[in-house]
């Protein structure tokens, strides 16, 4: 039988990751009723899955590094689907939290798979529009598990939970048919994590972390202190969040599979993205006191420019570090990732708890605004870098 080529499975390994927070957050209002808790206490079933997840980060580079492709995909999705299966089982929020831990080390090494299979398997702007596409794929995710997850929690948020194992599980299954061979040499340096200096050596890779740092703090805690605001203002249940949450990721899926590939060569995207990110701050800095129709809008358009930053973010990392790192490379841009996952989730859901929703959406906004400047400079140094070598 003819072998499948690595891009089904990368495709199916980013709609198997989409699943992991998105399909939990319609349930964050069930959950906060269910077991009396209170906006930050329900808000630690995401950062706890954060927080394992950068833990095991740099240890899932260096496994990756050392074991056999398929038997590092089989392990990790193994123990992902233990984590999925305690959850459904959990009477008590305290073992919810632990098993949402062992969920997290699963995530941990999947998603490290998102960028890195791409990375070793296809070279410039190819990689670049596989990568956009990649992240199309894992909003096309992101809009059916919230979608799914909310209706199925109208019964019983156990069904919903059992649902979150078909899709890793059509994952294993493509994984049994797929030639992981790789189709061009490349030189590999040896894991170490000494070389993570060689790394942070690297010319404007700061700019570049802490753009990934804050967007992706932004991904996690926007969309829960939305659902738990339109919970406890509009009273919406978790299909009505989940609906709402799918259609924002759609917009999420345009821009990744459709626009991106076109903004890439364009010298005016960092002005372009300026301009949008602009327009949608403004919107987050009034959320509380616009019509639900209008704040809508704000968290859309958001989720449409997420779908251009990450994968943008990415991809200048993987043409960036040395191409002899690109696992350690991804392993560090991953840890930072979930790192803000965790810390800003955290942060804005404690605001949110301390301070109300309309502090917690005015920070939301200012950060998007803090990104959109961090990846102009780092298009300005990126030129006159290009300009004086070329000199």
Same mark, same amino acid.
């Given at each position: 039988?003819?072998?499948?080529?690595?891009?089904?499975?990368?495709?199916?390994?980013?709609?198997?990751?989409?699943?992991?927070?998105?399909?939990?957050?319609?349930?964050?209002?069930?959950?906060?009723?269910?077991?009396?808790?209170?906006?930050?206490?329900?808000?630690?079933?995401?950062?706890?899955f954060?927080?394992?997840?950068?833990?095991?980060?740099?240890?899932?580079?260096?496994?990756?590094?050392?074991?056999?492709?398929?038997?590092?995909?089989?392990?990790?999705? +193994?123990?992902?689907?233990?984590?999925?299966a305690?959850?459904?089982?959990?009477?008590?929020?305290?073992?919810?939290?632990?098993?949402?831990?062992?969920?997290?080390?699963?995530?941990?090494?999947?998603?490290?798979?998102?960028?890195?299979?791409?990375?070793?398997?296809?070279?410039?702007? %190819?990689?670049?529009?596989?990568?956009?596409?990649?992240?199309?794929?894992?909003?096309?995710?992101?809009?059916?598990?919230?979608?799914?997850?909310?209706?199925?929690?109208?019964?019983?948020?156990?069904?919903?939970?059992?649902?979150?194992?078909?899709?890793?599980?059509?994952?294993?299954?493509?994984l049994?048919?797929?030639?992981?061979?790789?189709?061009?040499?490349?030189p590999?340096?040896?894991?170490?994590?000494?070389?993570?200096?060689?790394?942070?050596?690297?010319?404007?890779?700061?700019?570049?972390?802490?753009?990934?740092?804050?967007? $992706?703090?932004?991904?996690?805690?926007?969309p829960?202190?939305? #659902?738990?605001?339109? $919970?406890?203002?509009?009273?919406?249940?978790?299909?009505?969040?989940?609906?709402?949450?799918?259609?924002?990721?759609?917009?999420?899926?345009?821009?990744?599979?459709?626009?991106?590939?076109?903004?890439l060569?364009?010298?005016?995207?960092?002005?372009?993205?300026?301009?949008? +990110?602009?327009?949608?701050?403004?919107?987050?800095?009034?959320?509380?006191?616009?019509?639900?129709?209008?704040g809508?809008?704000?968290?859309?358009a958001?989720?449409?420019?997420?779908?251009?930053?990450?994968?943008y973010?990415?991809?200048?990392?993987?043409?960036?570090?040395?191409?002899?790192?690109i696992?350690?490379?991804?392993?560090?841009?991953?840890?930072?990732?979930?790192?803000?996952?965790?810390?800003?989730?955290?942060?804005?859901?404690?605001?949110?708890?301390?301070?109300?929703?309309?502090?917690?959406? #005015?920070?939301?906004?200012?950060?998007?605004?803090?990104?959109?400047?961090?990846?102009?400079?780092?298009? %300005?140094?990126?030129?006159?870098?290009?300009?004086?070598l070329?000199?």
């Amino acid at each position: 039988m003819k072998k499948l080529p690595p891009l089904f499975l990368i495709y199916f390994i980013c709609f198997s990751v989409s699943h992991g927070v998105p399909g939990i957050i319609p349930l964050l209002p069930t959950f906060q009723q269910e077991f009396a808790l209170n906006s930050y206490e329900v808000a630690n079933c995401l950062a706890y899955f954060s927080y394992s997840a950068l833990i095991a980060t740099p240890f899932m580079g260096y496994f990756y590094n050392k074991a056999p492709k398929k038997f590092f995909i089989y392990c990790i999705n +193994c123990i992902y689907l233990t984590g999925i299966a305690g959850i459904s089982f959990s009477s008590e929020f305290s073992d919810l939290l632990i098993f949402r831990i062992v969920q997290g080390i699963g995530s941990a090494g999947i998603n490290l798979l998102v960028n890195i299979l791409p990375s070793e398997y296809y070279r410039g702007l %190819k990689r670049g529009r596989i990568m956009g596409k990649s992240n199309g794929i894992i909003a096309l995710g992101l809009f059916f598990n919230p979608l799914v997850t909310g209706f199925l929690a109208l019964y019983s948020w156990r069904f919903s939970i059992f649902y979150l194992y078909l899709p890793t599980c059509f994952t294993l299954l493509i994984l049994t048919f797929t030639d992981l061979t790789e189709k061009f040499s490349h030189p590999h340096s040896p894991f170490s994590f000494a070389q993570i200096k060689e790394i942070l050596k690297t010319p404007l890779i700061f700019i570049l972390f802490a753009s990934l740092f804050l967007t $992706a703090g932004l991904d996690l805690s926007l969309p829960s202190i939305f #659902a738990l605001f339109t $919970a406890d203002t509009y009273g919406y249940d978790s299909s009505t969040i989940g609906l709402f949450y799918s259609a924002a990721n759609l917009g999420m899926f345009i821009s990744s599979f459709f626009f991106l590939s076109r903004l890439l060569p364009s010298k005016k995207f960092p002005q372009i993205l300026l301009c949008c +990110c602009l327009c949608t701050t403004s919107i987050l800095l009034f959320f509380t006191a616009l019509p639900i129709a209008v704040g809508f809008m704000a968290f859309f358009a958001y989720f449409c420019l997420s779908g251009i930053i990450i994968p943008y973010c990415n991809f200048s990392i993987s043409t960036a570090i040395p191409v002899q790192l690109i696992t350690l490379g991804f392993t560090v841009s991953a840890t930072v990732f979930r790192a803000g996952q965790g810390m800003e989730t955290a942060f804005l859901a404690f605001i949110a708890n301390e301070f109300g929703y309309e502090t917690a959406f #005015a920070l939301t906004g200012s950060l998007l605004f803090v990104v959109a400047l961090l990846l102009l400079l780092f298009n %300005k140094k990126k030129n006159q870098r290009s300009f004086q070598l070329s000199e």
